[in-house]
């Protein structure tokens, strides 16, 4: 028979058999903290649902543009570069004329530089080292207050067409100056419209609206009337006079039941 020593298990044994049980418990104790942990996210998050409710509101406001840029540019083309040049100028001559006639005035007109460049001539799509013309261009800017007055002159550029004058006309640009002081009060109607949309989503489920959590404001966007375009950046249409200019916000108030 094999005696007592010999039934022992050996040191190696045991200290695998202890980490074993280690490990065992190690896992049991993570188990158990991480379960307990999700529990607590999972309230939270259960909380601020049936705790609060987030809602969009948005305010309109009519404005008029107060403000008025209109930029033109007359282009001429020439054999020579200094013909090219001499035309434009006389075009740029015959532009400011009509608009000083018209009722600008000539402080609210600012000339841009000449710009010149070359037409070379390409054959088969290479250059031949020739030049066919020049072309020559200025810019005029016109900054007043008059929006009608541009607004009326800006119908009436055609006149010059019809003398030969090479103007290309964009269009004027209308913005209105009024925008910050009409920030303040838009918000504010804008928060009370998101607090009439909470109570009416609340209601129907019987609970009432507390104090607001948090408010966050969306961009302004400025467009022509009755449009429905908006942009996540903000919007700023100046095309027209007459202008209507939207503000959201994202509100979360406290509910109870």
Do not use: C, H
Not at 73 to 102: E, F, M, R, W
């Amino acid at each position: 028979m094999r005696n007592m020593s010999e039934l022992k298990e050996s040191p190696i044994i045991t200290i695998e058999r202890r980490k074993a049980v280690t490990i065992i418990i190690s896992a049991i104790i993570v188990a158990v903290a991480l379960g307990g942990g999700l529990m607590k996210v999972g309230s939270g998050f259960a909380a601020r649902v049936t705790d609060g409710i987030t809602v969009t509101g948005s305010a309109k406001a009519s404005a008029t543009a107060d403000n008025a840029a209109w930029t033109l540019s007359v282009q001429q083309a020439a054999p020579k570069v200094a013909n090219a040049v001499t035309a434009v100028g006389v075009g740029i001559n015959k532009l400011t004329d009509y608009l000083t006639t018209g009722g600008i005035a000539l402080t609210s007109i600012e000339l841009g530089p000449v710009s010149t460049y070359s037409n070379a001539e390409y054959i088969n799509g290479n250059a031949t080292g020739r030049i066919l013309s020049y072309n020559a261009s200025r810019d005029l800017t016109v900054r007043t207050k008059d929006v009608q007055l541009v607004k009326r002159l800006s119908q009436g550029i055609g006149t010059l067409l019809q003398q030969g004058v090479n103007v290309n006309n964009n269009g004027p640009q209308y913005y209105i100056s009024t925008l910050p002081a009409l920030r303040p009060q838009l918000l504010q109607d804008a928060v009370k419209d998101a607090k009439v949309r909470a109570i009416a989503l609340t209601a129907g489920v019987g609970g009432t609206v507390g104090n607001v959590l948090s408010v966050k404001s969306g961009p302004f966007q400025v467009t022509t009337p009755d449009s429905t375009n908006t942009s996540d950046v903000g919007a700023y249409d100046t095309s027209t006079i007459e202008k209507t200019v939207t503000a959201t916000v994202s509100v979360t108030f406290k509910t109870t039941k």
